[in-house]
């Protein structure tokens, strides 16, 4: 395992990934009445984020051995980019305002922001790692 400060930001990444999943992604107001939501009160499909941040961090910790480096990096890269497409899709599916009810606002909070920053840290430090251990 690497001693620089990039070999930190995969670990990093996925621990900012783990904390957000329980702070407020989006906030809806409907009449006068406003709710918010993190990701694990959506619920669903998007406890696979919360999953994904678990495995980048056994990859990292366990696969990042000198036998074992060339699996760290893909298994790091599949859940990082799997955690990404399942938030896009959940956007994607309640971004369209014309689904929701009449008078509905929808707006991204910071968990959700913060959590997509820790996926990005995730990969960075994937590939500043690979650079750094070649």
Not at 2 to 8: L, R, T, W
Request: glycine content about 10%; hydrophobic content about 50%.
């Amino acid at each position: 395992m690497n001693n620089n400060k990039q070999s930190f930001l995969t670990p990093a990444g996925a621990g900012i990934v783990l904390i957000c999943f329980f702070l407020p992604w989006v906030n809806y107001s409907c009449a006068g009445e406003v709710k918010n939501y993190s990701g694990a009160d959506i619920g669903g499909v998007t406890w696979i984020v919360f999953a994904a941040a678990v495995i980048i961090l056994v990859a990292h910790f366990l696969l990042s051995s000198a036998k074992n480096s060339g699996l760290s990096m893909p298994v790091t890269l599949i859940s990082a980019f799997t955690g990404l497409g399942v938030m896009l899709f959940k956007y994607l599916k309640y971004a369209d305002a014309e689904k929701g009810p009449a008078g509905m606002i929808q707006s991204i909070q910071y968990g959700l922001v913060l959590t997509i920053i820790g996926f990005a840290l995730v990969i960075i430090g994937a590939f500043t790692s690979r650079k750094n251990n070649t």
